[in-house]
């Protein structure tokens, strides 16, 4: 499968296969923990790839808690910033759960807006070893992202990179429902 782009307001916002770690965005977001100080997946990938610099300036941070962000440079990378977002761990059945996965995403969008940041990547938060189930996350993440670009037009481009072809279907679906759903709307 392609990329995927719809237009919201005035940001694209676009679905593709790939690794976070080699985006052209202003700034990638990062699956981190509560501490900042590294771990596997995108969070392993991403201090890999920006060189230990990273982790010299995520230790004076002071860690952050779930559903916030904190931003840093890139380093190495090709992105000029990392937003380092810190998912919740999937408990069934916990209502503040999702709140906290969408929070994640709303502040990573604020701190970009606030930075002066005009394209920007996501992976797929929570959804490794944090273990959310990825048709819950994929809603909650799209959604979230889709309310703010409507609510303003801050972003050229709001870019998800997902790991596989089967993590981009189920965004895909997850996407469609909410663009019919807001076109029933208005
Ligand atoms: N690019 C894009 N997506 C990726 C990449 C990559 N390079 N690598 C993995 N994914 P995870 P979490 C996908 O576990 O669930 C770390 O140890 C992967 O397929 O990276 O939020 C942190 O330090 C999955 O769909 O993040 C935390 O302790 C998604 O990215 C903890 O894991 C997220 O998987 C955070 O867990």
Do not use: W
């Amino acid at each position: 499968m392609n990329a995927i782009r719809v237009r919201i307001n005035q940001t694209s916002l676009e679905l593709i296969e790939g690794d976070i770690t080699r985006q052209d965005t202003d700034a990638i977001v990062n699956a981190a923990n509560s501490s900042l100080l590294g771990g596997g997946g995108v969070d392993g990938a991403i201090h890999r790839a920006a060189g230990p610099q990273l982790l010299e300036e995520t230790r004076t941070l002071g860690g952050c808690q779930t559903g916030d962000a904190k931003i840093t440079g890139g380093y190495n990378l090709k992105a000029r910033y990392v937003i380092h977002a810190v998912g919740p761990v999937y408990v069934p059945d916990d209502p503040h759960i999702p709140e906290m996965l969408a929070s994640a995403y709303r502040r990573s969008l604020e701190i970009a807006h606030q930075t002066g940041i005009r394209t920007i990547a996501f992976p797929a938060i929570s959804t490794g070893a944090y273990g959310y189930p990825l048709p819950e996350a994929a809603d909650i993440a799209l959604t979230t992202v889709c309310n703010v670009m409507a609510e303003n037009s801050h972003f050229e481009q709001v870019r998800f990179v997902l790991f596989d072809e089967s993590i981009l279907q189920i965004f895909n679906s997850a996407l469609q429902q909410i663009v019919q759903s807001r076109s029933h709307r208005t």
